[in-house]
């Protein structure tokens, strides 16, 4: 089971949780799954935040592998000038 | 002076990345021959203006162009209402997400005008003087309404509210009112309560900046065409012809595929063209008046109604424990975003202690809109902001203690496996190596003089990759194109072509990059967040790999062996087949003359969504002489590191580096929006509104620390964010210390600096 960690941006949809473990092999497994856990939150991480999967931070990646053991940490997504 | 401090074991030897040819673009450069935004014209083209609010904040109640239509020459007038109204609806425009009513409406105002130099209405005409003899008919009734300027006191629950649809978003539970509070952020850690409780030293200030422009040369320009048949054509100066498009789409509810954006060359952006102003106004103008429209703003319309970033008021507490060890940090900003939500705030807050490795910290970022013109991103947007305060807050950390300002960095740096602040944990960074440079650089050991004080500051930004497209074809003669989709702001056609070059064996000289419009190559995000070197140089690697295996390919044909028998090596196929040992190699110019013969044109084009952007840090040592009768500051010396990766063309990197300082500079010492008591800008002009220019600054140092990103395949990392986030506080830092008076309000000007030294003495 992979581990996520959610920002304060995500906080609305799980009532306040910040950290729960997931099962899902990739990005858009990750949605899925969160969706269904929280109603509302797999469309806003899809849309709205990037997905740092063992450091590395991946965007609009449906098809990023997630292993067993990743930590993801749900991050607005990043922009720049 | 310039120094590249290299890792070479782990670094492949090149033969093109790593020089510094003639940059491709410098000749048309140099000689005027390079087309911006403002040079094209077509014929038949009409003039178009704009009609902007006086007010800070009115209710537009009513708009008459009848008189206007009827002045001689003038071809079509269109307002608000000649758009259709659009959604709340978040979109992805490459970069940063973007409300599009909230962009639509910033494009031409609705119902209201938010501020000063918010467009009311357009007009274009045969002349410029009738587009402006219409401009001056057009009567606007205006009720004019109470206007607020200033972030904190925008947040106040007495201030005027800019939209009765905004509540806060971040909170516990939605607020019962609307307010200018548009969001909160939040990024916590531990406990920071009890952390400044036990904490051996803590140290407090309020720091302030004000809101600054980008400054680019280049005024934002365009010419739109609306075919007859729904066609319509764009040329204007953007970091994205590919943006340009989607929002020209969205905001006049057309086809994507039915605009065509050919992208001018770029007279600078640094954040500030990621977005669009002219190019829908050209268009409704255009569909009207069935004529292609120019437009091109005055210096002063870029000012009132073009992105500055944010004016912010930052709180910062840190706690530490006596041998230098930050225990807790506690730092709460709000910025101002402008007429409609979204200052960079959000990047701020997670920038803010990236260089850190602190057990318990809360950090707040409060998004407050404000009648003043939306901000718009600028280099790093957000972290120059929050690195200022945080900056200034550990050297002050580190005056109280004793210690020597680089000790008290290397003490809590993050390194490979710390969790940065902002959640994932680091890896392959090169921030003590940075560190370690500038403690090694001739700068850092140098004595000082007279009214002289030294200033370290250290930054960070994420870097991005994101989807791009390039393609390489092969010439008849064995030259290459290399054609991208990412105007080129910093240097890209550069390093496309280097890279290109290297994987195809090829000198430099033979290969040519160009940038092309949207219906001549696949999309591209929009030029920014130090992405395209990294992202759009990986899609071209892989495409002049695909050729590289089409040209192994033809010449197993011509050899009649298998491709595997094939070896490309300095530009030539090298037949490995010991039953062909008789085979000479075959060059690329062979090849490519027989292409037609072998299997047709060769080339090829890559569409990739690049992940692994490697994060970049940056160092800078800063040293200022003070006139302590005038408070004049003089930047005497500066040095900045950074790690780059790998500079693919070293030259461009540290004219990265150059530039990022010295709009910093400028950022620290004199640059500021100054508004009346109308909410109206005062300076908008270059002559009122001081920038830095060659005399103001030295040589800036620029040592490139090369700590390879293993997901690039030169071990390329984005360059251009991270020279603007320390030299705010490298600058401010400095003067403090040349002053002994903690300096914690922006600008640095004369007189802010000659009444501090007032008061100390007082």
């Not at chain 2, 539970?173 to 200018?180: D, F, G, I, L, M």
């Not at chain 2, 028998?565 to 090298?574: I, L, P, R, S, T």
């Not at chain 2, 070293?650 to 500021?672: D, I, K, M, R, T």
Request: charged residues 20%; negative net charge; aromatic residues 6%.
């Amino acid at each position: 089971m992979a581990h996520v960690v959610a920002g304060s941006e995500c906080w609305p949809y799980t009532g306040g949780a910040s950290e729960f473990d997931v099962d899902a092999a990739t990005v858009r497994e990750l949605i899925t799954a969160l969706d269904q856990r929280f109603p509302g939150l797999g469309d806003f991480v899809d849309r709205r935040m990037a997905f740092a999967i063992d450091g590395e931070i991946h965007q609009d990646a449906w098809f990023s592998p997630i292993g067993p053991q990743s930590q993801v940490w749900l991050i607005p997504k990043i922009g720049g000038g | 002076m310039s120094e590249t401090l290299e890792k070479p074991a782990v670094l492949p030897a090149l033969t093109v990345v790593g020089t510094r040819p003639i940059r491709p673009d410098g000749a048309d450069k140099v000689t005027g021959r390079a087309a911006y935004g403002a040079d094209f014209t077509m014929p038949g083209q009409l003039v178009g203006k704009i009609l902007r609010s006086p007010h800070a904040h009115a209710r537009i109640v009513s708009i008459d162009t009848s008189k206007a239509r009827a002045v001689p020459g003038v071809k079509a007038v269109v307002t608000g209402a000649d758009f259709p109204d659009l959604a709340s609806e978040v979109h992805e425009g490459g970069e940063s997400a973007s409300n599009l009513r909230d962009l639509a409406n910033n494009v031409i105002a609705r119902g209201k005008a938010l501020y000063e130099g918010h467009a009311i209405a357009a007009v274009a005409a045969t002349r410029a003087e009738a587009a402006d003899e219409a401009l001056a008919r057009i009567k606007v009734t205006y009720e004019v309404l109470p206007h607020v300027t200033d972030v904190l006191e925008a947040m106040s629950p007495s201030a005027p509210v800019l939209h009765d649809h905004l509540f806060t978003e971040g909170l516990e539970a939605r607020p019962e009112k609307p307010s200018n509070v548009a969001k909160r952020h939040r990024l916590a850690r531990g406990d920071v309560a009890a952390a400044l409780q036990a904490a051996e030293v803590v140290v407090e200030r309020r720091y302030t900046t004000q809101a600054v422009h980008q400054g680019y040369l280049e005024p934002h320009a365009c010419v739109a065409a609306w075919g007859q048949d729904g066609r319509c054509d764009v040329w204007s100066s953007s970091q994205g012809q590919f943006m340009v498009r989607t929002y020209c789409a969205k905001i006049l509810g057309l086809e994507i595929a039915d605009i065509r954006v050919t992208p001018a060359e770029i007279g600078g952006g640094f954040g500030g063209k990621t977005t669009v102003y002219l190019e829908p106004l050209a268009l409704a103008l255009s569909r009207q008046a069935g004529h292609p429209v120019k437009m091109v703003m005055s210096r002063e319309e870029v000012f009132r109604a073009t992105g500055p970033t944010s004016g912010g008021v930052i709180e910062v507490k840190l706690g530490a424990a006596r041998d230098g060890r930050i225990t807790a940090a506690q730092v709460e900003m709000s910025f101002q975003a402008g007429a409609f939500p979204g200052s960079p705030v959000g990047a701020a807050t997670m920038t803010s202690l990236a260089c850190y490795d602190i057990e318990n910290f809360l950090v707040t970022g409060w998004d407050v809109v404000t009648n003043t013109p939306k901000v718009a991103a600028y280099r790093a947007p957000g972290a120059p902001i929050a690195a200022f305060a945080v900056e200034s807050a550990v050297d002050e950390l580190a005056q109280t203690l004793g210690l020597d300002p680089m000790d008290i960095r290397e003490r809590n740096a993050v390194v490979d496996g710390t969790k940065a602040s902002y959640g994932p944990v680091y890896q392959n960074i090169g921030y003590r190596e940075t560190l370690a440079a500038a403690r090694e650089s001739e700068h850092w050991k140098a004595p000082l003089g007279p009214n002289q004080g030294r200033g370290l500051a250290v930054g960070f930004w994420f870097n991005i990759g994101g989807e791009s497209t390039a393609a390489v074809h092969i010439a008849e003669d064995g030259s290459a194109l290399v054609v991208s989709g990412n105007p080129d702001i910093g240097g890209s056609r550069a390093s496309m072509a280097m890279m290109a070059a290297e994987v195809l064996g090829l000198p430099i000289e033979r290969v040519r990059p160009i940038v092309a419009d949207t219906a001549s190559i696949g999309y591209s995000m929009l030029t920014g967040g130090s992405r395209t070197t990294f992202a759009t140089g990986m899609a071209v690697v892989q495409a002049a790999e695909k050729v590289v295996q089409t040209l192994r390919e033809r010449a197993a044909k011509l050899w009649e062996t298998t491709v595997e028998q094939v070896e490309w090596k300095g530009a030539q196929a090298v037949c490995l087949d010991p039953a062909k040992a008789d085979k000479k190699p075959l060059t690329l110019e062979a090849l490519a003359a027989q292409a037609g013969r072998t299997g047709g044109p060769i080339s090829a084009q890559v569409s990739l969504n690049a992940q692994g952007a490697g994060p970049g840090f940056g160092v800078h040592i800063c040293d200022v002489e003070v006139d302590r009768e005038t408070g004049q500051v003089s930047v005497v010396r500066y040095t900045a590191a950074q790690d780059v990766g790998r500079a693919i063309h070293p030259s461009y990197v540290e004219g990265q580096v150059q530039g990022g300082v010295a709009q910093g500079v400028g950022w620290a010492l004199n640059e500021a929006y100054i508004f009346d008591g109308d909410g109206r800008m005062e300076n908008p002009g270059f002559l009122d509104y001081r920038m830095p220019v060659a005399s103001d600054l030295p040589m800036i140092d620029a040592v490139l620390v090369e700590v390879p990103n293993p997901r690039h395949p030169f071990g390329a990392k984005g360059v251009g964010e991270v020279p603007i986030v320390p030299p705010l506080a490298a600058v401010a830092n400095a003067v403090s210390r040349a002053i002994g008076v903690r300096m914690a309000d922006l600008p640095l000007s004369p007189p802010a600096v000659l009444a501090a030294l007032d008061d100390a003495a007082a």
